[in-house]
């Protein structure tokens, strides 16, 4: 089936401006993660969704940063008042689920944020 | 701080040859831990991944191969070939806590595989 989606895969934007992130995960995977990816801090964990909740937001970097799930499907990374330093490629991953004895998180491309 | 150490940072094997990636960590609540292939402006791919259970996990070239007691884990790539050129990340997984589920990642490994 359809692997791990990502809109748009490339973005870029002048500093202070919002942007929206989107990702469509693996059908019938109720786990869904963020991560960033960047030269000088590797991949970072942003958030975690278990359904529509998220039950770990404790990687997002500032208050700037937010994200949804809606449906248990489709979720959107929010982050506005873009800084410089916010410039890397944001990634999304899902799994069957976090409590799975075998938990594959499966990433999709990214979304290259690049703020000037 | 870094709670998956990888080493080294790159690799460089001759085709045909084996090449060896070492990961280490110190949380006991880690219970999985898979390893990630990336290509140049690809997202990470699933390459192969080990429960603690088991000191060795085999998938065609690729082996991990896992010492619970000094907490490291390997990736050995038998006869490796230029195409597995790529980065190669080891990662590592909480099976309770706050943090469940998420993904610790080492800092990468580039290899290089020359023909």
């Known amino acids: 089936g359809a692997g791990v989606s990502q809109s748009p895969s490339n973005k870029v934007t002048e500093k202070g401006k919002d942007v929206e992130l989107r990702c469509d995960p693996i059908?019938?995977?109720?786990?869904l993660y963020w991560y960033r990816q960047s030269l000088g801090q590797g991949l970072e964990f942003l958030i975690y969704?278990?359904?529509?909740?998220?039950?770990?937001k404790s990687g997002l970097p500032s208050d700037r940063f937010s994200a949804e799930r809606t449906g248990g499907s489709v979720s959107t990374l929010t982050i506005q008042r873009t800084q410089q330093e916010d410039s890397a490629v944001y990634l999304c991953a899902s799994s069957f689920s976090a409590r799975a004895r075998d938990r594959a998180q499966y990433f999709g491309p990214g979304t290259r944020l690049t703020v000037l | 701080q870094q709670q998956v150490k990888q080493s080294p940072q790159s690799l460089i094997v001759q085709k045909g040859g084996i090449s060896i990636i070492n990961c280490a960590y110190e949380?006991?609540?880690?219970?999985?831990f898979p390893w990630y292939q990336q290509f140049p402006g690809k997202g990470p791919a699933l390459l192969i991944a080990?429960?603690?259970?088991?000191s060795e996990k085999k998938e065609g070239r690729f082996t991990i191969s896992f010492n619970k007691s000094a907490k490291q884990f390997s990736l050995h790539i038998m006869d490796s070939q230029p195409g597995d050129s790529a980065t190669y990340f080891c990662?590592?997984?909480?099976?309770?806590?706050?943090?469940?589920?998420?993904?610790?990642f080492g800092r990468g490994t580039q290899l290089t595989v020359w023909p």
């Open positions: 080990i429960r603690p259970d088991v």
């Open positions: 969704f278990q359904g529509n909740s998220a039950p770990d």
């Open positions: 059908s019938g995977h109720t786990a």
């Open positions: 990662a590592a997984s909480p099976g309770r806590g706050s943090t469940l589920g998420r993904l610790y």
């Open positions: 949380n006991t609540a880690f219970d999985y």
